[in-house]
């Protein structure tokens, strides 16, 4: 009867020394997949404010470049002589910064789909490994 016990004892003993072979794997992998997503975010929040920061300096250099227009057509219109002169001025200057808006409506949103690109590609990737281990 005991060596049936011990028997029983044995194979209880290796159950549970499997289960926590399995669970510690189990364990691992989550472990590691936590590690991954956690370096995908700080490389997509980096990537994130670097590209704000490319964003934000485009938008000055248009504020200035647009402010610097405004003061050059003032400038040409305060010096205008006559009616059609000022007509002309104006009408040159609205038809250039039509094309200039245009150009940095492009810009922008080039950068502002490089910015979403950029940023959630390593969340994007990291979540896409993470469900193909685990299948």
């Known amino acids: 009867m005991s060596t049936m016990s011990d028997q029983q004892s044995s194979q209880s003993r290796k159950f549970s020394d499997k289960s926590t072979a399995v669970a510690n794997e189990a364990v691992e992998k989550g472990k590691a997949a936590v ?17 704000m920061r ?5 938008m000055m250099e248009i504020a200035q470049a647009n402010m610097e227009t405004v ?6 219109l305060g010096s ?6 000022i ?3 104006w009408t040159t200057h609205a038809r ?11 810009e922008l949103t080039a950068l502002g789909q490089k910015l979403a690109v950029e940023s959630v ?5 990291s979540v896409s490994q993470t469900f193909s281990k685990a299948s």
């Open 35 to 51: 590690e991954r997503s956690a370096r995908a975010f700080e490389e997509s929040y980096s990537t994130s404010v670097e590209h």
């Open 54 to 58: 490319d964003y934000n300096r485009k």
């Open 121 to 125: 590609g390593p969340m994007a990737r």
């Open 71 to 76: 003061f050059e057509i003032a400038r040409q």
């Open 87 to 89: 007509i002309e001025l």
């Open 96 to 106: 250039k910064q039509f094309e200039v808006l245009s150009e940095q409506t492009r």
């Open 80 to 85: 205008a002589k006559t009616p059609s002169e």
